[in-house]
């Protein structure tokens, strides 16, 4: 069956620019999860949703990040006025019990 | 705090040249400790889940053993599509992850 997809799998943007990160879990998964990994570093929690309810948001970095999954499944991570220490992969996984799954991630990079 | 520290970083093995990743943990109330392989460019691909001590599992040439504070992932007469990053993860209150072993296997 299908996996996680993420779209864009590359976002080139300019600091200062918003940004909006898609991920698609796969069918049925109540629970999904966002990650940030920096090149050489395991990946590092962000924020948790289980169905639409977002659950834990501890590892958001600033009050730039937010992440919303209205309708419990399609969730977007979107940055505001990027920073170019927010250059980094960011990962969605989604699970239905303990084991999670991951997407392809996608490579922000900001100039 | 939940903490997982992985060795070595890196790991360069002949072709056929068994050896063992180490994956040392401290947690709250373990829910199950995670092996995940993670190609240049792509998202962690899971192996394993273990979750309690003394459990092993195994797949093709790797093999995942668990105690009360360490894990191993033992890889036998490995190949170079084994070559990869090799992630260890526990879950407490959330998954955190190790930094990886970079394993290199030459042919």
């Known amino acids: 069956g299908a996996g996680v997809s993420q779209s864009p799998r590359y976002k080139v943007a300019k600091r200062g620019q918003d940004v909006a990160l898609r991920c698609d879990p796969i069918?049925?998964?109540?629970?999904l999860f966002w990650y940030q990994q920096a090149l050489g570093q395991g990946p590092e929690f962000l924020t948790y949703?289980?169905?639409?309810?977002?659950?834990?948001k501890s590892g958001l970095p600033s009050d730039r990040f937010f992440a919303e999954r209205p309708e419990g499944s399609v969730s977007t991570l979107k940055i505001q006025r990027t920073q170019q220490e927010d250059s980094a992969v960011y990962l969605c996984?989604?699970?239905?019990?303990?084991?999670?799954?991951f997407g392809p991630g996608t490579r922000l990079l900001v100039l | 705090e939940d903490q997982v520290t992985q060795s070595p970083e890196a790991l360069r093995l002949q072709e056929g040249e068994s050896s063992s990743l180490n994956c040392s943990y401290t947690?709250?109330?373990?829910?199950?400790l995670f092996w995940y392989r993670q190609d240049p460019g792509k998202g962690p691909e899971f192996l394993f889940t273990?979750?309690?001590a003394g459990e092993e599992k195994e797949k093709e040439r790797l093999k995942a053993t668990l105690t009360k504070k360490e894990s191993f992932l033992h890889i036998t007469a490995p190949k170079p599509e084994d070559s990869a990053t090799y992630l260890c993860?526990?879950?407490?209150?959330?998954?955190?992850f190790g930094e990886g072993t970079q394993l290199t296997v030459n042919p």
């Open positions: 996984a989604s699970s239905v019990q303990e084991t999670q799954y």
């Open positions: 069918s049925g998964h109540v629970s």
């Open positions: 949703f289980q169905n639409e309810a977002q659950l834990d």
């Open positions: 947690v709250s109330g373990l829910r199950g």
């Open positions: 273990l979750y309690s």
């Open positions: 993860a526990v879950s407490g209150s959330r998954l955190t």
